[in-house]
């Protein structure tokens, strides 16, 4: 029985050592880590849904025929100065 305490003070007392806190510290990171594993597999698909939906209304505007008319002026008047 006194071993056996001797043993636990011990072990408490070997946590304090910077090194021993210092590797605690980072296998409760790891652990923490290995369950996020997924979030970024489901971060990359709605970034993606959003980058496409993006996509898809910067292309309307870009093809509406208001927008077609102001490109158009821009580059005809972007010529005239040019030559």
Not at 3 to 17: A, G, M
């Amino acid at each position: 029985m006194w071993v056996r305490q001797r043993t636990r003070r011990r072990s408490r007392d070997c946590w304090k050592e910077p090194r021993m806190r210092a590797l605690a510290t980072a296998r409760r990171r790891w652990r923490g880590a290995a369950r996020d594993a997924g979030m970024s597999t489901a971060e990359y698909a709605v970034g993606m849904v959003a980058a496409a939906a993006f996509a898809g209304l910067l292309f309307k505007i870009v093809t509406s025929s208001e927008v077609r008319t102001l490109l158009l002026s821009i580059i005809k008047r972007a010529l005239q100065l040019a030559g």
